[in-house]
C-alpha cells in the first residue's frame, strides 16, 4: 500500500492524489470527483504516509490500521454508520487498534480514518502493508555503527586540538629560527 501519493488537505473532504509538483506548491486532483487543483505551503496538508495513531506503547503507522479495518471487514465498507455515536465508534476502533490512547484520539480522528479508508477502498488502493525494509536496515545499520564505532574507539589514541597543534607548531618555528622576534608595529591615535 503505498499511501505516499495520497493526500489530506485541512479544510477540505476527501482525499487527494499528488499528480505533480510545482515551484509553488503541488497539484492534486480528488480521489471523489476527480477535479484538479493546486496546493501551496499555506494549505494545512498531510501526506498519509506521515500519518500514525497514538497508542499507549508506541505510534502505529496509519497503513497498518487501515489493513486491520480491511481484515475486519473482509475487504468490504466500514459495517458501522461514520456518524454513529462517539462510544460506537470508540468501540468499533479498539476492536480494530486495541492498544489506541483515549485521551489523544479523538471521535473525529476516527470518522476521518473510517472515511478515508472508505474512499481508499473504492479505489482499490488497500493492500497489505509490506515488511519496512527500511526500519530492518536501519537496526541492521545501526547495530553495524556501534560495532564499527567501538572498534574505530580501542584504535584511536587522544589527539591534540588543532588550535594547540598550531601554537606548538609555531612555537617550534621560532625557536628554529633562532628566536628572532618580529616587531609589531601599531597604530597610534594623533590626538
Do not use: C
Not at 492524489?17 to 515551484?23: A, E, F, G, L, P
Amino acid at each position: 500500500m503505498d499511501l505516499s501519493k495520497i493526500l489530506a488537505i485541512s479544510g477540505k473532504s476527501g482525499l487527494f492524489k499528488i499528480i505533480s509538483q510545482t515551484r509553488g506548491g503541488l497539484i492534486v486532483e480528488s480521489l471523489s470527483d476527480g477535479k484538479k487543483m493546486p496546493v501551496f505551503a499555506a494549505h494545512r496538508s498531510s501526506v498519509l504516509d506521515d500519518i500514525s495513531m497514538f497508542t499507549y506503547t508506541e505510534d502505529v503507522p496509519l497503513k497498518k490500521v487501515l489493513w486491520s479495518i480491511y481484515q475486519k471487514e473482509d475487504g468490504k465498507e466500514i459495517s458501522i454508520d461514520i456518524k454513529s455515536d462517539e462510544n460506537v465508534l470508540f468501540d468499533y476502533f479498539e476492536s480494530v487498534l486495541p492498544e489506541f490512547d483515549r485521551d489523544r484520539v479523538y471521535a473525529s480522528d476516527i470518522k476521518k480514518v473510517l472515511a478515508w479508508y472508505n474512499q481508499l477502498l473504492e479505489h482499490d488502493m488497500i493492500s497489505e502493508p509490506e515488511e519496512d525494509e527500511e526500519e530492518k536496515e536501519e537496526s541492521i545499520n545501526e547495530e553495524g555503527k556501534e560495532a564499527k564505532t567501538e572498534k574505530i574507539e580501542e584504535k584511536k589514541t587522544p589527539k591534540k586540538p588543532v588550535a594547540q597543534k598550531k601554537v606548538e607548531a609555531s612555537k617550534k618555528a621560532g625557536k628554529a629560527e633562532g628566536a628572532k622576534k618580529t616587531p609589531t608595529i601599531r597604530k597610534t591615535k594623533k590626538g
